[in-house]
C-alpha cells in the first residue's frame, strides 16, 4: 500500500548509523515484544503478509516515532484489540499498574508443545515455494517494465520502483502472492522474478552508472518492454 512505511529510495530521513557489536536487542523488552510476537499474543492466526500490513496501517506519527519493536508493540495491541481480546482501557490500565507498581508479577505460561513448534518454525522457515500449472510469463534475459500500481492493500511493489525499465536476471519459482495472502484472499502463488534495475532508471542521472538495484517481483507487477 502507499503509506509512510514504504521509505525505500526516499531522502530527508539523515544517515543511517551503523552500531559496532550491536546486541540482538538493546533493552530486555524488546526479548518480550519478541516472544509475544512468536507466540501470537492470544490473537487468531494470521499470516507473515497479514502481520506486514498490520505495521503498515500504523499511524504514520507513530511509525516515524518509534523504534522497530515498539512499531512490534503496538501492532500486537492493536490487533489484540481488533480480535475483542482487550480494550485500550484495560491495556491503559495495566500499564498504570505496571508503573506503579514494577514488581508485580507477570503472568507466564508453560506450553512445552509450544515451545517445541515455535522453535521447529524459526530452524525451519515458513517455506513460500507453491507448484503451479501455468509456465512463466518471462525468461532470464528479458527486458520488462514495473507496473505503476497504487494499491489500497499490501503490496511488495515498492513505490521507487514503479514504473521503470529492468532485466530478468533470475527465475525463483511460483510463490504465495502477498497481496492477496495478507487480506485472507488466498495464497494465488505467481513466478517470481529477479529484476535488475539501473540507479539512473530509478533516481535519474546524478545517480552512479554502474550501479543497479535487484528486486525479487511477482509476474503481475511486471509488464513487457515492448520498446
Do not use: C
Request: aromatic letters at 8%; hydrophobic letters at 35%; glycine letters at 8%.
Amino acid at each position: 500500500m502507499n503509506g509512510v512505511h514504504d521509505v525505500g529510495g526516499m531522502d530527508g530521513f539523515g544517515r543511517i548509523e551503523y552500531e559496532a557489536n550491536e546486541p540482538v536487542f538493546h533493552e530486555p523488552w524488546e526479548r518480550r515484544v519478541f516472544g509475544m510476537a512468536l507466540t501470537g499474543a492470544g490473537v487468531p492466526p494470521k499470516s507473515l503478509d497479514a502481520l506486514r500490513h498490520e505495521l503498515e496501517r500504523l499511524d504514520p506519527l507513530q511509525y516515524l516515532s518509534s523504534s522497530y519493536y515498539e512499531r512490534w508493540l503496538a501492532r500486537i495491541e492493536n490487533a489484540a484489540i481488533e480480535a475483542g481480546l482487550l480494550s485500550r482501557d484495560e491495556i491503559a490500565d495495566r500499564i498504570k499498574l505496571f508503573t506503579t507498581d514494577p514488581e508485580q508479577p507477570v503472568p507466564r505460561l508453560e506450553d512445552p508443545e509450544r515451545t517445541r513448534q515455535i522453535a521447529h518454525a524459526l530452524r525451519t522457515g515458513r517455506p513460500t515455494l507453491r507448484r503451479v500449472r501455468h509456465k512463466p510469463r518471462f525468461a532470464i534475459g528479458d527486458k520488462i517494465i514495473t507496473r505503476n500500481l497504487n494499491p489500497r492493500g499490501h503490496t511488495r511493489l515498492p513505490r521507487y520502483a514503479r514504473g521503470k525499465r529492468g532485466v530478468i536476471v533470475a527465475h525463483h519459482g511460483a510463490h504465495v502472492f502477498p497481496d492477496s495472502n495478507a487480506h485472507g484472499l488466498g495464497e494465488n502463488p505467481q513466478h517470481l522474478y529477479t529484476v535488475r534495475i539501473s540507479a539512473r532508471q530509478l533516481w535519474g542521472d546524478t545517480a552512479q552508472v554502474k550501479a543497479h538495484v535487484h528486486l525479487d517481483l511477482w509476474e503481475s507487477y511486471l509488464e513487457p518492454d515492448k520498446a
